[in-house]
T-cell receptor, first 113, second 117 residues
């Protein structure tokens, strides 16, 4: 079992719709969760971080965390063609800066104009 | 957000040569930096954790004598690919955390694309 699992996609949604991206993780000790967006040929860009159960909203983005189910998701409202990218879920066991993130394989999102 | 730079952004070299990649935190100090490698259509794989003033910690399967890491200051870590071969061609990305901030996020450099001929 992979430590962080994501559906590779592509997930295709029409412009203006809600895109829902999901991620599961295997380590129950995980405490920090991140969503990154990566455009082709570029390095990842941080979109959201979440550390406690529940929802966290930032503009068009909402991250949801359920530690009991070991599940984290990202909702993108009013999807735009510019949101088309690969979205990487990343997990960290602790909250110290000395631990690296473990990444999922990413979900490719395509927003159709 | 915090800024992390990498240099060079891309490099092409002949097989057998060594290549040095620099990672700098521009507006914050980073006692720990991380080096990742990403092959086409794959996710980021951690290569090593670079600690300022001490030896790097390498992930299983990563040759420490081939990928030399030096973290000489709180703002600079370097990765040297020694005797590079075509299979080392990849996208190398560094990451650092701003310890002065309240968050626990890591910021990524823009990456270095290495092509070994």
């Amino acid at each position: 079992q992979k430590e962080v699992e994501q559906n590779s996609g592509p997930l295709s949604v029409p412009e203006g719709a809600i895109a829902s991206l999901n991620c599961t993780y295997s380590d129950r000790g995980s405490q920090s969760f991140f969503w990154y967006r990566q455009y082709s040929g570029k390095s990842p860009e941080l979109i959201m971080s979440i550390y406690s159960n529940g929802d966290k909203e930032d503009g068009r983005f909402t991250a949801q965390l359920n530690k009991a189910s070991q599940y984290v998701s990202l909702l993108i409202r009013d999807s735009q063609p510019s949101d088309s990218a690969t979205y990487l879920c990343a997990v960290n066991r602790g909250d110290t800066g000395r631990r690296a993130l473990t990444f999922g394989s990413g979900t490719r999102l395509q927003v159709q104009p | 957000g915090a800024v992390v730079s990498q240099h060079p952004s891309w490099v092409i070299c002949k097989s057998g040569t060594s290549v040095k990649i620099e990672c700098r935190s521009l507006d914050f100090q980073a006692t720990t930096m991380f080096w990742y490698r990403q092959f086409p259509k794959q996710s980021l794989m951690l290569m090593a954790t670079s600690n300022e003033g001490s030896k790097a910690t390498y992930e299983q399967g990563v040759e420490k004598d081939k990928f030399l890491i030096n973290h000489a200051s709180l703002t600079l870590s370097t990765l040297t690919v020694t005797s590079a071969h075509p299979e080392d061609s990849s996208f190398y990305i560094c990451s650092a955390r701003d310890l002065s901030g309240s968050g626990r996020s890591r910021y990524f450099g823009p990456g270095t694309r290495l092509t070994v001929l």
